[in-house]
């Protein structure tokens, strides 16, 4: 008894199947305290843990042949022992439905069934998306009709495991998520709502706002303005959503106006559409100033409203603001200018790749490559060796489509100039591009670089290019096979000798 209770409140829930035959002795006492044991080892499981506990129940370890033989050998007719026993029969019978045997999941799925307190709703959950038919019909059909107020409590504690039936396509998932959200949204689970939508279970947040805001409930406006201030983007995305669908008012329409001061753009995109789409005479400032947002998504969002108007000339507005804003909204202005602009504003936005603010810069250079697509490479070249990450990804994004125009050459004097690991990990990115011919000896050489993480990254831009060598025929020039012999020959301590070999024999054909 005192090893019993010591194991019971070890809380680890792998000595669970230990203790099941224990249960089958003819000792009542043993049986009654093997109960409680079990009792307590689950309650240290959580219910989006459950998923697991399953898992390791079902397969095992190398080591239960021998150590758990009781297990393995369980038998149907141990089922109905199971659920004879006057304490812990919820439990008992809800490890066994978690059996490798389909026989026995099915016996103690039955057995659960004629369980009403709850405690067996998590193992139906999971036996809801069994992988034999008949187990999962048996228990998708116990869990519907389980459906109902007096079970609401039990679904708000196991509601991982619903939402986990989204993430499969066995039995009546569908169902029974949609079932479970129209429980929830009956007057008298009203208080579990509440609870739900305090939740720190994100998904289970998420869950309970949707069902808070698709349901029939008093106090909808104020319901919309908490939705809108909830830290997760993905419940204020919801309720603007559903703010579309309800009638026009001066409530719902200064809630919008606020979720477009959102710090999430995603919410902010959606805010100005509704906003645009259901209050069109009122949305004109908001679209103004949605022009000079830092998302492009926000900005291009707006400028189609505006173009459909028709009263807004775009590339008179962002020229204007360029010249007389400074710091983020200049860092706007040039982005939307690169958006609406020609090419000949590309000798204005030039002379901002030089300002103080890496912001500034990254935006001129975006607006540069969208305004004029073959502008200067020397720029661009020049850019990748900014102290500023964020400007260098934005040139490599400006070159990747040209670097063969580029060439080798102009890329290797980058990479050169470039101190840090990551500056020349950028070029590397490039370098990986060029023709098969030009990108090996420069990768070849970038081997001997005495930085770990640069010459790794050469490594492995030299593999993707061994993997795609055969994709192009086209032979080498001839100063670019001169060139490859002579790296071939002064790094060889870089390369293996047989990838010399592989590389002369090719070299030795043209």
């Not at 029939?216 to 303005?225: I, P, R």
């Not at 106006?257 to 209050?279: D, I, M, Q, T």
């Not at 108007?309 to 962002?318: A, K, Q, S, W």
Request: charged share 30%; hydrophobic share 40%.
């Amino acid at each position: 008894m005192e090893l019993l209770r010591t194991i019971g409140d070890s809380g680890e829930p792998a000595a669970i199947p230990d203790l099941l035959p224990l249960a089958l002795t003819r000792s009542s006492e043993i049986a009654r305290q093997s109960a409680r044991a079990v009792e307590r080892l689950l309650d240290c499981i959580k219910p989006a843990e459950y998923v697991r506990f399953d898992e390791y129940i079902r397969v095992g370890d190398i080591d239960w042949k021998w150590r758990r033989e009781a297990w393995a050998e369980f038998r149907v007719p141990d089922v109905k022992r199971f659920a004879k026993l006057p304490e812990g029969a919820a439990s008992f019978l809800g490890v066994v439905s978690c059996h490798s045997s389909g026989y026995i999941r099915e016996s103690a799925v039955r057995e659960l069934g004629n369980i009403q307190s709850g405690a067996e709703l998590p193992f139906l959950l999971l036996r809801a998306n069994d992988w034999v038919e008949n187990v999962r019909e048996i228990a998708c059909a116990l869990v519907l009709a389980r459906i109902r107020p007096g079970y609401a409590s039990a679904f708000q504690k196991w509601l991982p495991l619903v939402l986990r039936l989204r993430l499969t396509r066995r039995g009546k998932n569908e169902e029974i998520i949609d079932r479970v959200r129209e429980l929830f949204q009956r007057p008298e689970t009203a208080h579990l709502l509440e609870e739900g939508r305090n939740s720190g279970d994100r998904l289970a947040r998420r869950f309970f706002y949707e069902a808070s805001l698709g349901g029939v409930h008093e106090g909808k406006d104020a319901l919309f303005a908490t939705a809108l201030q909830d830290s997760d983007f993905h419940i204020r995305v919801m309720a603007i959503r559903t703010l579309e669908h309800r009638a026009p008012s001066a409530e719902a329409q200064k809630a919008l106006e606020a979720a477009g001061r959102s710090p999430f753009s995603v919410v902010r995109h959606h805010a100005l559409r509704s906003l645009a789409e259901k209050y069109p005479d009122a949305a004109k400032a908001e679209l103004l100033r949605a022009l000079l947002d830092p998302n492009i998504s926000v900005r291009e969002e707006a400028q189609f409203y505006l173009n459909k108007e028709g009263t807004v000339n775009l590339r008179d507005f962002y020229l204007s603001n360029v010249s007389t804003s400074s710091g983020k909204a200049l860092a706007a202005s040039l982005a939307g200018l690169g958006e609406a602009g020609r090419k000949e504003d590309t000798a204005l936005v030039s002379q901002y790749l030089a300002a103080e603010r890496s912001q500034v810069r990254a935006a001129a250079l975006r607006a540069i490559t969208r305004l004029d697509p073959a502008y200067d490479a020397a720029i661009f070249l020049a850019a990748l060796c900014d102290k500023s990450a964020r400007v260098g990804r934005v040139a490599v994004l400006g070159l990747r489509k040209r670097v063969n125009s580029v060439g080798g050459a102009g890329l290797w004097a980058a990479y050169l100039r470039c101190k840090s690991s990551a500056k020349k990990r950028r070029v590397l990115s490039l370098i990986g591009r060029l023709s098969k011919w030009e990108g090996l000896g420069l990768l070849i050489q970038a081997l001997g670089d005495p930085d770990a993480g640069t010459s790794e990254a050469a490594a492995q831009y030299k593999a993707r290019l061994w993997q795609r060598w055969n994709r192009s025929f086209v032979p080498p020039t001839k100063s670019q096979a001169e060139n490859l012999r002579a790296i071939l020959e002064t790094h060889k301590l870089l390369i293996t000798p047989e990838e010399k070999r592989h590389w002369e024999n090719y070299l030795r054909d043209f």
